[in-house]
Each structure stands twice: as structure tokens, then as C-alpha cells.
């Protein structure tokens, strides 16, 4: 030992120990040291070139902290890390469209056909453009956003179905005594419906409910309570701005982008999209 080095630099200076670093987690139950705030994990997003984390306590209210140091988990004290990135979902191989089929090389897109698939909004048509484009401009099949069902005898009145001029509707919330349900009746007993018009739909609220959670980072869809706007609810449990139109937009775009191939999404919505196009392009 170099007893001429010793002294009392090196009482007054242990040596430094290192914090493990701990990725953030949703779920993960934390105690911000210099508050004494505690809570749950709700979110982590990026704001102002910095990772901020809201921590909810068991009253409901949720404060906002910058990630590092100056936190306990279980009580001891770490350096809170961004969440471990997650794999990007695969996307379409190379020989295979976002749908799963065969890719057809060098086809140009159809002229669009005189049939039709009909959406509820706009969302809708973007999913199904997203998963399914590739195969419906080979086919020549346009989706069109219907912007809701209330109106539907008299769009289909108008467009008067035929053979080779058929119509497929996909239609959210179709299950039994419904009012889309009735809607879908009453629109198949008009004349010239049978066998021209398909009218098909999923059991969701809304097709956002068509993606599949895992693929959003959650377990399941988050309860809306009844009397709140559904899409509204939805951005607000995710801690997304939700106020405006442009705000529901903003999420539905997030959202849409988490989806790269069938996969992504409930075979519920697969099965009935699927039966749509086969009816449109099967002579």
C-alpha cells in the first residue's frame, strides 16, 4: 500500500457506485425522490428533444417527470431510462402484398369498375386501403367513404346495382337489433339488392377497435365510458390530445401507422373484407 497517498482525500471521496439503469415500462410504480410523488407509469412521450414520463397515484391525478435520475423503484434508487424500442413489425415481404396475397409483378392498376365498396368514413377506407390497396387496384375496385349508414337505402337507390355493377358494404357495429342492422335489412329487401349487394360488417364500435391491441403496445382496448364520445375516450386514455377534430385525426394517423400487414388486425375485420372483394370480383 502507498501510505504517502493516503489521507483524507480518500475518506471524504468513496468510490462512486453506478444506478442500474431501468427502462420505463407502462405499468412500472415509481417515487420521484425530490417530490415524494408516487405513481403508476401511464405514458412516456418525447417533448421538447427530452423523454417525459406521467405518473399516476391511486387518487386518479397524474404528474409529468423528465426521465434520469432521481427515482425509487421498490425503494431503490435507479436511472430511469426510454423504453427499450420495440422490433418493428414486419412489414410485406417481398413477394407478398400487405393482404398476404401473391404479389403480381409489373400488373398496372385496372381501370376502376363500375362496382363499388362502400365504408362508413374515412378511417375505414384508409385501413382497408392500407392492408388492402395492392389487390384492389389490380382488380379495379374503388372504396368510397359512405360518412355513415342512416342515408343507405337511398345511396344504394341511386347507384342501382346490376350484374356487373355490384355494390359491397362494410358497415361498424353490425350485430343483432342493432340499427345497423335493420338499416342492412331493410336495404337488401329493396328491388334489385339481391345478389347485387353485399352488405357485411364487424361487431366494433368503430373499426379503430379493428386493430389489434398487442400492436399498440396495450392488452386491450381501453372502456369508453357510455354518454363520452368514443374516439375522444380513446385519445384521452392513450394521453393524446383529444380536443379537436384535428386532434382525433393526429391520432387516428398514429394508430393507422402501427398497422403493416393483415396480421395487425382482428379476424373479424379480415374474414368480412375478404368476403367483399371475392363477391365483387368472383363472376
Known amino acids: 500500500m502507498d501510505y504517502q497517498n493516503w489521507g483524507p482525500r480518500g475518506i471524504s471521496a468513496p468510490a462512486k457506485a453506478e444506478l442500474p439503469e431501468v427502462p420505463v415500462e407502462r405499468g412500472m410504480v415509481l417515487e420521484d425522490v425530490q417530490s415524494g410523488w408516487v405513481g403508476a407509469v401511464t405514458r412516456v412521450e418525447k417533448s421538447g428533444g427530452m423523454h417525459v414520463v406521467a405518473l399516476e ?8 417527470f423528465k426521465l434520469g435520475f432521481g ?3 421498490e425503494g431503490r434508487p435507479i436511472r430511469l431510462m426510454p423504453p427499450v424500442p420495440r422490433p418493428a413489425a414486419a412489414g410485406p415481404s417481398a413477394g407478398r402484398t400487405a393482404s398476404g396475397s401473391v404479389r403480381v ?48 337505402a337511398a345511396a344504394v337507390a341511386d ?3 346490376g350484374p356487373g355493377r355490384r355494390l359491397g358494404v362494410l358497415v361498424d357495429h353490425l350485430v343483432p337489433d342493432s340499427k345497423e342492422s335493420r338499416i ?9 339488392a339481391a345478389g347485387n349487394v353485399l352488405i357485411v360488417g364487424h361487431p366494433y364500435v368503430d373499426v379503430w377497435q379493428a ?27 392513450f394521453g393524446w390530445p383529444h380536443a379537436t377534430k ?10 393507422l401507422g402501427a398497422v403493416r400487414t393483415y396480421a395487425d388486425l382482428e379476424a373479424s375485420l379480415l374474414g368480412r373484407v375478404e368476403e367483399v372483394i371475392d363477391f365483387l370480383t368472383v363472376p
Not at 391491441?213 to 392488452?219: A, D, K, S
Not at 393526429?250 to 394508430?255: A, E, M, P, V, Y
Open 57 to 64: 397515484d391511486r387518487r386518479g391525478k397524474s404528474r409529468s
Open 71 to 73: 427515482f425509487l423503484l
Open 105 to 152: 409483378a409489373g400488373q398496372r392498376a385496372q381501370v376502376a369498375k363500375a362496382s363499388r365498396i362502400w365504408v362508413e368514413g374515412k378511417h375505414d377506407a384508409e385501413l382497408v386501403e392500407k392492408v388492402w390497396g395492392d389487390d384492389l387496384r389490380v382488380e379495379g375496385i374503388v372504396v368510397e367513404p359512405l360518412h355513415g349508414i342512416d342515408d343507405l
Open 159 to 161: 347507384f342501382k346495382p
Open 184 to 192: 342492412a335489412a331493410a336495404v337488401m329487401a329493396s328491388p334489385g
Open 211 to 237: 386493430i389489434r391491441p398487442t400492436v399498440l403496445g396495450i392488452e386491450a382496448w381501453h372502456a369508453v365510458p357510455r354518454g363520452q364520445d368514443w374516439k375522444t375516450g380513446i385519445l384521452k386514455a
Open 246 to 255: 384535428e386532434d382525433i385525426g393526429l391520432g387516428w394517423q398514429k394508430l
